[in-house]
């Protein structure tokens, strides 16, 4: 439960401190004077979206914290350790901001966290009802979800294998109804692709291969110039026989070797040039040797090299230009087109799997379907029998609540139930959908009755309702709030209300106050006792906080609350 709220610059309360706790709060206050801002705080801390517009004017931000008691461990300590957060002494605190240019940050456990870590914990701790809810109410989803938590943990267990079940047989469904209505456009493609392969298979490209050839091609396509070359550079370095007593290098070489040899006795400085000039010969002997062999190895018949090398060439380009980009993507093409090819060829095995499959899982969506309807069926009597006693205490003695079960169009993630609430008001009348056939005020005692039943089967550990007595009065606004005071028994209970009837079932009653300074409004909130709270009572009342007839009213309205409450 929440034990206590803090709030600044939020509407028109500058700064404010709710004191919370057990039991059954009543807030309430003069009209404008902010009570709606006591929602607005808790909403934002439950993750609701942030608006700039609520933020006090002239103030840079609003800034609203919460102080939860929860268990040290479960779902909720269990998400806050994973925020990073912590849970002091079973203390946790939930704080947010809205800047005035709209920006939003939450902090949870004392640690920054997204803001859509405020909504999981706020499904887990809080429940709240406000206008906006009442007429939900109206709508055959929030129907459906009524009953599912009065049907508890049985049902829901059904239902979290049914929707697993659920959404493999659409995924299913879906993939085999691709299948089939592309099987045709699928042969082509493969038919298509196999030729294509069968191209790319029968070249059998090799990596680097266009590098290769474009290299052959060069020499082939100079192969005369290259045999001069090499044979002139071979006869300089090495030549078999002097020409015109020109001497090769290798002769120059060894000639100079020799001078130095000559007279190095006389210089030890020479010993290492002449061992160069040794080297050097070395060297040269193997230059002419290699290019011996590279005139032996040039092509005898260069032109019909040249001609295979070409047409090569050609067969490869031929493949780039229908495959685009260059060889590389050839050879992908090769890799991803073959795969691609056998997920193509097993499409009769794919289909044949997915019919086995979509009818299995349909069996066992049907199967699961029918285990929800019974199992709603038979919440659906108690729940409709519960709330009718809950509302012949509300007021409406003579109203009949019926849960109506019948088959869905088609199946959905929530089964095949189409879930509606009959309310018959009086004897005679024919039950009609309480989307159309309940007043704004019959509306709320409707929900109120639903909520104080299904807390029985599945607690909330906080209920929040703003203005749940809108549209009731009299008597039927007193049993209002003895059924809230039933439900602060198993729950805390935090409640707006501008009806004396209902805060006096209170065991803890806040009143926001208003005041001015010409200027800017502000409001602040003080915790009632005594007779502050017979004031606030009479305020209710009359009007007026301190006429006699009110005070007097007020006293004996809370005697009535504190005796119906025992």
């Known amino acids: 439960m929440i034990e206590e709220l803090g709030i600044r610059d939020l509407g028109v309360i500058a700064e404010a401190t709710l004191p919370l706790g057990a ?26 979206r942030s608006d700039a517009g609520a933020v006090r004017a002239g103030a840079k931000q609003a800034w609203v914290e919460g102080r939860w008691l929860v268990p040290d461990d479960g779902i909720v300590a269990e998400r806050v350790a994973e925020t990073g957060g912590e849970i002091e002494a079973g203390e946790l605190l939930l704080g947010r901001s809205v800047s005035a240019e709209g920006r ?24 709240v009802h406000g206008q906006a809810d009442q007429q939900r109410l109206r709508s055959t989803v929030a129907q459906r979800e009524a009953l599912d938590r009065f049907a508890g943990s049985k049902l829901q267990a059904v239902l979290d294998e049914y929707r697993i079940a659920f959404n493999a047989w659409r995924t299913d469904a879906a993939e085999l109804e691709r299948l089939r209505a592309d099987h045709e456009s699928r042969m082509r493609e493969a038919e298509e692709l196999r030729a294509a392969l069968d191209e790319v298979e029968a070249a059998d490209p090799q990596p680097g291969e266009d ?58 400085a020479l010993q290492p040039i002449g061992e160069m000039l040794t080297n050097a010969g070395f060297l040269l002997a193997d230059a002419a040797a290699e290019l011996s062999g590279y005139l032996a190895g040039l092509d005898a018949d260069g032109a019909r090299e040249l001609e295979i ?37 097993s499409d009769d095995e794919r289909i044949e799997g997915l019919e086995a499959s979509v009818a299995e899982l349909e069996a066992e969506v049907d199967r ?39 088959p869905a169009a088609e199946a959905t993630a929530h089964g095949r139930d189409a879930v509606s609430i009959l309310l018959r008001p009086h004897p005679g009348a ?5 989307s159309r056939g309940a007043s704004g005020g019959e509306l709320s005692r409707v929900m109120l009755a639903i909520e104080v039943v299904i807390a029985g089967s599945d607690p909330v550990p906080t209920f929040v309702f703003d203005e749940v007595d809108a549209g009731v009065g009299g008597a039927a606004a007193i049993e209002i709030g003895r059924r809230l005071a039933r439900l ?32 800017v409004t502000s409001s602040s909130v003080r915790q009632l006792a005594g007779a502050d709270r017979e004031a606030e009572m009479a305020r209710l009342l009359s009007g007026l906080a301190d006429s006699q007839s009110g005070l007097a009213h007020a006293r004996e309205l809370l005697e009535i609350a504190a005796d119906r409450a025992a």
Request: charged share 25%.
């Open 104 to 127: 939003s940050r939450a902090v949870v456990g004392g640690r920054s966290a997204p803001v859509g870590v405020l909504s999981e914990l706020g499904d887990e701790l809080v429940v």
């Open 488 to 519: 602060a028994e198993r729950s805390q209970v935090i409640v707006v209300t501008h009806l004396a009837q209902v805060a006096a079932f209170a065991t803890n009653h806040l009143s926001v106050v208003k005041g001015t300074d010409g200027q």
């Open 309 to 345: 090398v070409q047409e090569r060439r050609a067969v490869l380009s031929g493949l780039v230009r229908r495959h685009g980009g260059g060889l590389d993507d050839v050879l992908e093409f090769r890799r991803t087109g073959g795969l691609r090819l056998v997920e193509l060829d």
């Open 23 to 48: 039991g059954f709060t009543a807030v309430t206050g003069e009209t404008g004077a902010g009570k709606t801002m006591v929602v607005t705080a808790l909403g934002l801390l439950l993750g609701s």
């Open 368 to 406: 699961l379907a029918g285990s929800l309807t019974e199992l709603r069926t038979d919440a659906a009597g108690r729940l409709a029998t519960a709330v009718t006693t809950e509302l012949a205490a509300l007021a409406m003695p003579d109203a009949q609540l019926a849960v109506v079960i019948e």
């Open 211 to 268: 590098v290769d050839l474009q290299e052959r091609a060069d020499r082939l396509s100079n192969l005369e110039e290259l045999r001069l070359a090499a044979a002139q550079a071979r006869a300089l370095i090495s030549a078999e026989d002097v020409v015109d007593d020109v001497p090769d290098a290798v002769a120059l070489v060894d000639g100079a070797r020799r001078q130095l040899e000559r007279v190095a006795e006389h210089d030890a």
């Open 430 to 434: 024919e039950p009609r959908p309480v």
